[in-house]
C-alpha cells in the first residue's frame, strides 16, 4: 500500500490508507485517544480506541515516537484539517522513551532562546519552526526565478580565497595546505569579475563574517542573496531591479499563505516605486526628530534606522526605505564615489521595517581608478591580481547588491532575533549544533 | 535609447538600434571592418568603414574593449547569427591598450591549461569558457525544479562545524573565536538532521575536501549537489530518485541546446531503469576482463570505473551504471550495513560515463546502531551531540546521494580536467584567482 502524506489526506475521504511520521501528541477522552502524527507536510488526527493504542504503550513510546499507521480517512469538522484516520492499525517504527529536552508544540513558547538553540535538530521539528525554514526556501526560489527571468546566470564562487573580499576586519583566517586563506566575506570580487563574463550573475550561498561582537542581527555565517549587473547607466538601474526582485520574492512566499498565518505573519506590500532618502537628508530628519546629533556621523546607528523605518511607514506607506548617498569612509574600496560630492558614494542601503536589508550601489569601473583606491584603503594588490585582470581588461559600468536571507526571515515574521531565521546560527560563542 | 542585446537583434531588422558590449575581433576586408561585439548574450557583428571605426583608432582600443555602438540593423547570411549592424556610430566606453595574457577564440586550443585557469577572469569571458558556466546553472536548476516538484525543501546548513562531518581526513581546520573547527566537507550531518524536521530535503552549495593528492577529478573545494529523503523502504528508493533527478537535470540542459552544440557535447539519456551491478560481481567482471586482482580490494580503482562505464555502454547501451553494496570498510560511519552481508552496505556509487558521479544509500537511522558505528569508527561522541540528539528522538529510515557538479559537467562534456568545470578550482597548490 502506498504511503500517503498528510497533505494528500483531503483527497482519500472514505479510503484506507498508510500513513507514517512521528507522534506529536496523544490526547486522552474517556475510552478513546487522540493521536497527532507529524509528517513532513502537516500533520493528521488518528482516533484510536484502547486496543489499538496498545502498541504504542507496550513500546512505552512517546512524542517523537516515529510511527506507521493504517486506518480509514473521515471527514470531522472538530479535527485539525478537517479530517482523521479512524479504525486505525498503529507500528511504532522507532520508540523514543526519553523526554524532549525542549517539548515541541504550546510549551515551545515558554523555552529559552539558547535552549531552542541549543536543540535546534529537535526543536526545528515543531511547525513553528520549521515554517520558518520553508519560507526561507520560497524566498530563495523567488529570488532566482525573477532574475533568471531577467537574464542573469546563477554562479557558484569560491569561499576559499587568498584576499579579505570586504577588507581587512572581521575575517575568518585557515590554513590552506601550509599557506594562509580567508574565507569569502561576500562573493563581491567574484560576482565582479563575472560580470566581465556574463554581464548579469547572481549567487545564493553561505557567506563568513567573524563578528566580534553579539547583537540581535549578525552572524558569523550567513546566507546571502547577491546580485550584480553590467552596462547600467546608474545606481536607479540596481535599485530597480532590487525592487523587481523584492516582488519576486514577495510573490513566492505569498505561495506558502497557510506558513505564513500559521506564523501570523504580514507580506509587505513593494511599492511601485521604493521611497528614497538622501543619507544626509535622513540624518537631518532624525536629528530633528530626537534631539540627537547625529548628522556627520559616517552611518546610521541601529535605532535611527528603526527611526527611519517608522518615518517610511507613516509618510510613505512603506515597509520598505532607500537611503543613498552613504559617505564614502565607511562603504567598501570598490564603492563608486558621487561625481558630484567625491565625500559620498553611489551607494545605498534598503532599510525593511526598520533594520539593513541590503547594501547595493554602483562600483568602481575603471582600473586606474579602482587601483587607487584600493592604494587609499591600504590594500595590497597581489593577492587581488585576479580581480585586477578583470579590470584592466574592460569592465563596463556595474553595480549589484545583498540580500541577508536571515535577516529578510526575521524582520517579515517579526523574530526577536536573527538566530531563530537560520537552522544552526553561528556567532561567537556558537559553533554548535 | 533602450539597449538591445544580442540574442535579442533578430527582432530588430531595419530598425537602429544601441547595443553595447566587449570588442571581440576586428577583421578588415578592403577598407571595411567587421567588428565583432560580444555580450552576455552572444555576439553581434557590426560593419563599419574607416569613418565609424575611427574612435576605435582614436583610443588605439583593442580585444575586450568595451563599446557602445548605435546603427540600424540588416539581415546578412554570411554574418555570424545572420545580422549585423551597418552605419555604425561606434563609442569606447573603456579603451584596453594591452594584449590580453591568453587570447580569446581560436587561440585558446593552444593555451596551457594553468594558463586558462591562471587568468580565469578574463579566459571565461571566451564563449566556450562561459557555456560551461552557463549549463552550470541549467544542471542546478533542473536539479532543485525536478526535488521541489516531489516535495523536497532546499535548506542551507552550515559550513563551519566542530566535528568532521565524512570522518577524520582531508579536513581544513579553522580558528573560530579560539576554538578549533573545521569545514564541512559535506552537508551529511545537517542533511540527516533535516529529514527528521522536513522528510525530504535538499541542499545546493560548496563542500571543502583537504585532498592532499593532484588528480584530473578532485577539487578542495567543490559543488555539492545533496539530497536526503526519510521514510523510504529501502536502498532503491534512493535510487528511483536519483534516476528521476537526473532526468530533470538532462531536461533543463536540453533546454541550452545552442550551448551543447558551441562545445560539441551529446546529452545523455536516462534509461528508464539505471542499470545495476553489484560491487563484488562488477569486480569480478573487471578481474575477468583485465587480468587483474581486483577482487577483495575494498574500492572501484578510477581505472576499473571506466571499464565498467565501458561495460554499461556496450551491454546495457548507457553512460549510467550504479554500482551497489560498497564494502563496508570504506564506507563513512553512517552508512547502512547490508543485513544480508554485514561487510557489505546498503550504498551505491553512481558511474557516469566511467567516473563515480554520485555516492548514495541507506543511512543507519536507530540511535543505538548509530552510536555503536561511531564507537567502531573512534569518533568521537562530544562533537557529535547535536546530530546524536536527532536520533535520540526518533528518525525514521532515509537516505540520500550527492551529485558533484564539477563531475557531472567535465563528464558531460568530455572535459579533460574537472578543474575546467568550475569558475576559480582551488587544489593543494591553486587558491587564486
Not at 579579505?164 to 566575506?185: I, K, M, R
Not at 562603504?331 to 547594501?359: I, K, W
Not at 541577508?404 to 526575521?410: H, I, T
Amino acid at each position: 500500500m502506498q504511503r500517503i502524506r498528510s497533505c494528500e489526506v483531503s483527497q482519500q475521504i472514505g479510503n484506507t490508507i498508510r500513513v507514517q511520521g512521528w507522534l506529536a501528541q496523544i490526547r486522552r477522552l474517556g475510552g478513546i485517544a487522540f493521536v497527532v502524527l507529524r509528517d513532513g507536510w502537516g500533520s493528521l488526527q488518528v482516533t484510536a480506541d484502547a486496543a489499538a493504542l496498545a502498541p504504542i504503550e507496550r513500546a512505552n513510546a512517546g512524542p517523537e515516537s516515529v510511527l506507521e499507521v493504517v486506518g480509514q480517512v473521515q471527514a470531522n469538522a472538530r479535527a485539525p484539517g478537517g479530517f482523521e484516520l479512524v479504525t486505525p492499525r498503529i507500528e511504532v517504527l522507532v520508540a523514543v522513551t526519553e523526554p524532549l529536552p525542549v517539548p515541541l508544540g504550546r510549551a515551545l513558547a515558554k523555552a529559552k532562546p539558547n535552549a531552542l538553540l541549543d536543540h535546534a535538530p529537535t526543536v526545528l521539528r515543531d511547525p513553528t519552526r520549521r515554517a520558518i525554514v520553508q519560507l526561507g526556501a520560497a524566498a530563495m526560489a523567488g529570488f532566482r526565478r525573477g532574475l533568471v527571468a531577467r537574464g542573469f546566470t546563477e554562479i557558484q564562487t569560491p569561499k576559499i580565497i587568498r584576499a579579505a573580499s570586504e577588507g581587512g576586519a572581521n575575517v575568518f583566517a585557515l590554513d590552506y595546505f601550509g599557506s594562509p586563506a580567508t574565507l569569502a566575506q561576500s562573493p563581491q570580487l567574484y560576482k565582479q569579475i563575472m560580470v566581465g563574463v556574463l554581464e548579469r550573475v547572481f549567487e545564493v550561498g553561505p557567506v563568513f563574517r567573524a563578528e566580534p561582537h553579539a547583537t540581535v542581527r549578525h552572524l558569523s555565517e550567513y546566507v546571502s542573496l547577491d546580485v550584480e549587473m553590467g552596462f547600467i547607466e546608474g545606481m536607479h538601474d540596481v535599485i530597480a531591479v532590487l525592487r523587481e526582485t523584492l516582488v519576486e520574492i514577495v510573490d513566492a512566499l505569498a505561495e506558502r499563505s497557510p506558513l505564513l498565518e500559521l506564523l501570523g505573519a504580514e507580506l509587505p506590500v513593494v511599492p511601485a516605486r521604493l521611497p528614497e532618502l538622501d543619507f544626509v537628508a535622513a540624518q537631518e530628519l532624525v536629528e530633528l526628530a530626537t534631539g540627537e546629533r547625529v548628522v556627520g556621523e559616517p552611518d546610521l546607528a541601529p535605532a535611527h534606522e528603526a527611526w527611519l523605518g517608522e518615518h517610511a511607514r507613516r509618510e510613505h506607506g512603506s515597509d520598505f526605505l532607500v537611503v543613498t548617498g552613504y559617505p564614502i569612509a565607511k562603504r567598501p574600496f570598490y564603492t563608486h564615489p558621487d561625481p558630484a560630492r567625491t565625500a559620498h558614494t553611489l551607494s545605498f542601503d534598503l532599510l525593511f521595517r526598520g533594520t539593513e536589508l541590503v547594501t547595493g550601489g554602483q562600483r568602481l569601473h575603471r582600473y586606474d581608478e579602482l587601483v587607487a583606491a584600493m592604494t587609499r584603503a591600504g590594500i595590497p594588490a597581489e593577492p587581488m591580481a585576479g580581480y585586477l585582470e578583470a579590470f584592466r581588461f574592460g569592465m563596463p559600468p556595474h553595480g549589484g547588491f545583498a540580500i541577508g536571507l536571515e535577516r529578510l526571515l526575521a524582520r517579515l515574521l517579526h523574530l526577536p532575533n536573527v538566530r531563530m531565521a537560520t537552522l544552526f546560527p553561528r556567532d561567537r560563542t556558537r559553533c554548535f549544533p
